[in-house]
């Protein structure tokens, strides 16, 4: 069912690689709810995703850019401009990468380039679409940009890598840019901290499956899914959350908020004995 969100808005959706991305439930749900949009991934992802299926379904226009590229972000924003032929009222980033859980590298023997990739991929790559969208002006007053984020910006997730400093960084980013846009152009920046998700990007996380378990039992409402968290940020694109800005907004059925739940200490007291001098 559409309630018709975003007719005649017009924005700019990163990281939808396959029917698995969030980012791809965010662009179908937003060309049913009435908005014109671009679609972006690097060329390499292009080639090996399945986007061109996704922009024919949402007659969206697509413009490769790696998103660490500054040259590329100033293309894409100039020829988003010339597609819509007015300002982009909406962006979402939706980008993450880590080199180092990749190869298998673990926190405490990080490769220093790959380190630097990871923070430039998932987090200053945020800074560089808010500047270049700063600096040429792109976005419409009252309009919002969304950045995904995971709890591991706040709390310590075994395996979850440099990854987490990218997020924290990511998230820092929302905060001090926001600041900025809100002031001088009424434009909001936030970030939603996701559940455990089933993409390409989750199942690269160590343990992913005991994690999203571990989630789901911990979390009174369930782990959200992708679709779930494209009608989240659907609504921050709206026009219902016009006050909403500089947020980490959880989106993660209560996990957030929780210490212990009973379905988690179920399978814990289960494997008590088992586990006794587990590290
Ligand atoms: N899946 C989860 O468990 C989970 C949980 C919380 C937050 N997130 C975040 O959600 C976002 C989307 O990830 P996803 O889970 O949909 O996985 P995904 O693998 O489908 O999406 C990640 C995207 O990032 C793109 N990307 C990588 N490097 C890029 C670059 N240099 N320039 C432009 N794009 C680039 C990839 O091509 C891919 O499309 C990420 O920020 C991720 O950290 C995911």
Known sequence: MAYNLLKGKTGIIFGALNENSIAWKVAELAHNEGAKIVLTNTPVAMRMGSVNELARK???????????SVEDLENLINKSIEHFGEKIDFILHSIGMSFNVRKGKTYDDLDYDYFQKTLDVSAISFHKLLQVAWKTDAIKPWGSIVALSYIAAQRTLYGYNDMADAKALLESIARSFGYIYGRERKVRINTISQSP??????SGVMGFEGLMDFTDRM???GNANAYECAQYCITLFSDLTRK??????????????????NKAMAVYNMNLEECRDCQ
């Open 58 to 68: 949402c007659n969206a226009l697509l413009v490769p850019a790696d998103a660490t």
């Open 197 to 202: 998700t089933l993409t390409t990007a989750g």
């Open 219 to 221: 979390s009174p409402l």
């Open 244 to 261: 909403v800005t500089m947020q980490n907004l959880y989106h993660d059925g209560g996990f957030s908020s929780m210490g212990m739940s």
